[in-house]
């Protein structure tokens, strides 16, 4: 069984537009080399479906928007929660304390 991390940010990341999703999307591509199942939540929901798509097709599961955040946390057995920028962190960390006590969680400020 390969382990599972939950990676997030404002959005999904879009590689070709700014260096803090390059950054994101590198941590993803690292995980996926390395054997780890993947899966993304990005807080907003205006976003580039290409770059979701481009997810999707590396084997990411990826969701937009926060609103199946704590059913995915509750079902998702993570071992590790890699969560950019405050503001999205401040949103799953109720939920990960709660229904996942055991997953390491790193916050990358991007600062």
Known sequence: MSRRVLVSQTRVPEIDRDAG???VGRFIDWLLADGWSVTFMASEEN?????????RQQGVATY????????????????LALLSFWEPASELLPFL????????VIVDSQD
């Open 21 to 23: 999703s390059r950054r």
């Open 47 to 55: 976003v580039d479906l290409h770059h979701v798509r481009r997810l």
């Open 64 to 79: 937009v928007g926060f609103e199946e955040a704590e059913s995915v946390v509750s079902a998702g057995a993570f071992e």
């Open 97 to 104: 304390r709660e229904l996942s006590p055991e997953t390491r």
